[in-house]
DNA sequence: TTCCATACCTAGTATTGCTAGGCAATGGAA
DNA sequence: TTCCATTGCCTAGCAATACTAGGTATGGAA
């Protein structure tokens, strides 16, 4: 999910969407390149990214990723499932105060 | 964390851990026990929970787990980077929006 | 007696985050 | 010129773990 939404604003190559992570989490969400390269892949295997090659202005390669529908779709519906997620977190931490009378 | 959290209240045997959790995360979180019975094991074998053999009311025998000092430790500090977690991904989820001028 | 609910357990599988490497090109420093 | 840092990509393998799919045992109800 945090990949797609990395993707959401715009398409960016690898290096580009863990710097992104990296800043828009402030800190919090410092992923390594071992595990963000094969989320990649697995979302474009799934069909949720699409990619093609380009050059860098000084002419490095890089591969870019792009949101396709499926992929928007799925993010959507994983920010519905996080929202429920984290309510249903939150209950559990909360509710024992509740519970005092 | 929601394990020790389903604990903080008051002490409880595996299968009464089981429906707490279901019933407080309103059917959110319906874990089966062959996810719970090894995280109570591993907590335990980490100290962040103590457990003895109990007989319910109608005498079958029951394995009631308590928080230790470490386990409330160690909980108060999972909900602290549970915060963190929640609020570096609602970060990672809004930012796009806050981008558009 | 047979079945269900309670109550516990674990072997094995599949997934996945990460470590620890490797490859290649560029630009600047020594 | 040579070397290294940075950019940029990749993957094999390890470790952790959620879950499936079984198993055991007891008490009460049908």
């Not at 290096?15 to 992923?31: H, K, N, P, T, V």
């Not at 595990?35 to 002419?59: A, D, F, M, N």
């Not at 870019?64 to 799925?74: D, E, I, M, Q, R």
């Not at 994983?78 to 509740?98: C, D, G, H, N, Y």
């Amino acid at each position: 999910m945090i990949v797609l939404a990395a993707l959401e604003a715009a398409p960016a190559h690898g290096y580009a969407i863990i710097e992104e992570i990296r800043r828009r989490s402030g800190g919090a969400f410092d992923l390594p390149e071992g595990t963000v390269y094969p989320v990649l892949h697995r979302l474009e295997t799934s069909q949720l990214l699409s990619s093609h090659w380009e050059k860098s202005p000084i002419g490095r390669r890089r591969r870019v990723y792009a949101l396709t529908k499926h992929g928007s779709a799925s993010l959507a519906a994983r920010r519905t499932s996080w929202v429920q997620f984290s309510s249903a977190i939150e209950a559990l931490l909360t509710e024992p105060k509740l519970c005092r009378t």
